[in-house]
């Protein structure tokens, strides 16, 4: 097996939980082949350079082998290698969304919050 499909290849690699996500995603533009947006039939090869944004993170790999079938997280991390610059990126970006804390302002205030909110009244 010389190619196979970028969706199902992101699958197999487990960049994504199911192929319609998978899917979704190269639709989107969140999935790049070699520099350019991919459809999701187009045929995936060793030492293709894919660029993939999944929720905040972005990754950089070159792919390393296809495989058509999704198997162990072992297997999946042979199928490709991530570039130093993804890594240290990723890195730095995990690092400031933990300096930054946890986002309060979303939805129901929660106890802690309540109390904060009375305190600041004079309550």
Known sequence: M?????????W?????????RAKTAIDGGHVRLNGNRAKAAKEVKC?????????PDDFTVHVE??????GSAAAAS??????????AKREREAALRRAAGRQTSYGRPSKRDRRRMEQLKGR
């Open 65 to 70: 082998a296809v495989a058509e079938r999704r």
């Open 78 to 87: 042979a199928l490709y290698r991530e570039t130093e610059a993804s890594m």
């Open 47 to 55: 030492g293709d350079t894919l660029d993939i944004r999944r929720g």
């Open 2 to 10: 010389n190619s196979v499909r970028l969706d199902k290849w992101l």
């Open 12 to 20: 197999a690699a487990r960049f994504f939980k199911t192929r319609s």
